[in-house]
């Protein structure tokens, strides 16, 4: 795998893809930088190595080149968090563009303008990679958020740098750690895989059963089995038509001597918010009206033990409605006991939607392992997909 590490950028221009797709408030304000901290390593290593850097990115899903998706508006965050002054460009293509690399001197960072003002970005046009392609020596792809896209400045845009391509350290160490749990685990290995629906989650489930020991099963998806195996579960969230899925995903895993974990109780209510009554019951005797919005504190010691034990840990969705406090107490625990194996030695993952914005509110990011950046992109990794802007630096 070639990273940034394999190439002396001294005098060269890298055109990096970066992922600098952030949140902003109404003021066009970074309401959170961590996207542009992720890239600092590689871009340091290049101007470190005497090398300068062009950056291409995306932000948000613009129609008409709206204002609200100029990437001018990051540009005093990306200054900030790089200690150099960003120099910016109106867009991404054409002579200015051209020109504001050409003047590019070692030691400089220029941004360009959203990629996604041409619908060629998102299309894979390969003119449009050409062009791109023009803008630098060696083409480095550092953006896992977007990794899962087949677009024009992720993928396409490799096959005109048949030698001078490489991974940035940050998409590196997203693939250096997935394959630590997927590829070259240490056993016990613990998937706790959590969210809403079985639905979502199936091919993740179907692509890690090989791979794992145990299996813990929690939030709204849980119902599903609970219900398929005969349990009373209220008004809990139920996926009527995967119950049967359900079964088979407990048979496929009894084949394969992974252990199931399901919640044994819960914290149940009698509306979904935060101010309603709630009592604690057994996971399949939940009373009619009522349902279960958290793990209860059976489930939490039982997950807790699991986990203790476990040397490699992938956690991917919370196990509860984490974010009404009444309900937050499951995925807390489980914060907590993963917080701890960590502590203890063991390798702990969290990726993929929902769980590393618990693990933010929670204060875990430092005590797992490894967060990962790429919500969508993180996902497919463990469906077992192959990432078109991964290959495309293989090929
Ligand atoms: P996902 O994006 O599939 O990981 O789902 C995350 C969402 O699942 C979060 O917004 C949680 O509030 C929700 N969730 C977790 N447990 C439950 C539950 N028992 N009932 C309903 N929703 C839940």
Redesign the pocket.
């Known amino acids: 795998m070639k990273t940034v590490n394999d190439f002396n950028f001294k005098d060269k221009k890298a055109l990096i893809r970066v992922d600098f797709n952030v949140p902003l408030n109404e003021d066009y304000e970074v309401t959170d930088a961590t996207r542009i901290e992720a890239a600092k390593p590689t871009i340091i290593k290049i101007l470190e190595d005497g090398g300068s850097c062009v950056l291409m990115s995306h932000l948000g899903r613009p129609k008409n080149k709206e204002v609200e998706f100029s990437l001018k508006h990051i540009v005093n965050n990306a200054s900030e968090v790089f200690g150099v002054t960003v120099k910016f460009v109106n867009d991404c293509i054409g002579a200015v563009t051209q020109d504001a690399v050409s003047t590019l001197k070692p030691g400089e960072i220029l941004l360009l303008e959203n990629l996604r003002y041409y619908e060629e970005e998102t299309k894979g046009d390969r003119k449009f990679a050409e062009k791109l392609s023009k803008l630098g020596d060696i083409y480095v792809n550092d953006a896992f958020g977007a990794a899962h896209r087949a677009h024009a400045s992720t993928a396409i845009i490799a096959k005109f740098f048949p030698k001078n391509k490489c991974f940035g350290l940050l998409l590196a160490s997203e693939i250096e750690n997935v394959n630590k749990v997927l590829a070259n685990s240490q056993k016990p290995v613990t998937a706790i895989i959590?969210?809403?629906?079985v639905s979502?989650k199936i091919t993740i489930i179907e692509n890690i059963l090989d791979k794992i020991n145990h299996l813990i099963i929690g939030?709204?998806m849980a119902f599903t089995f609970v219900k398929a195996k005969g349990g009373a579960i209220g008004s809990?969230?139920v996926e009527e038509d995967k119950q049967e899925m359900a079964l088979d995903i407990l048979k496929m895993a009894k084949k394969k001597g992974v252990q199931v974990h399901l919640p044994s109780d819960a914290v149940v209510a009698d509306s979904f918010s935060e101010f309603a009554n709630t009592e604690i019951d057994g996971v399949d005797s939940i009373p009619d009206g009522w349902m279960?919005?958290?793990t209860g504190p059976n489930t939490n010691i039982q997950f807790a033990e699991v986990i203790a034990n476990s040397k490699t840990i992938l956690w991917n969705?919370?196990?509860?409605?984490?974010?009404m406090e009444p309900f937050a107490e499951g995925t807390i625990s489980l914060g907590n006991a993963i917080a701890e194996a960590t502590k203890n030695g063991a390798f702990s993952l969290v990726g993929g939607?929902?769980?590393v914005a618990a693990v933010k509110k929670f204060n875990f990011t430092e005590k797992v392992s490894y967060v990962s950046t790429g919500g969508g992109a993180m996902l497919e990794m463990l469906e077992g997909k192959t990432l078109p802007g991964i290959q495309a630096i293989l090929d």
């Open positions: 959590g969210g809403a629906k979502s939030g709204g809990s969230l279960g919005l958290d969705g919370p196990v509860g409605v984490f974010e939607g929902d769980s």
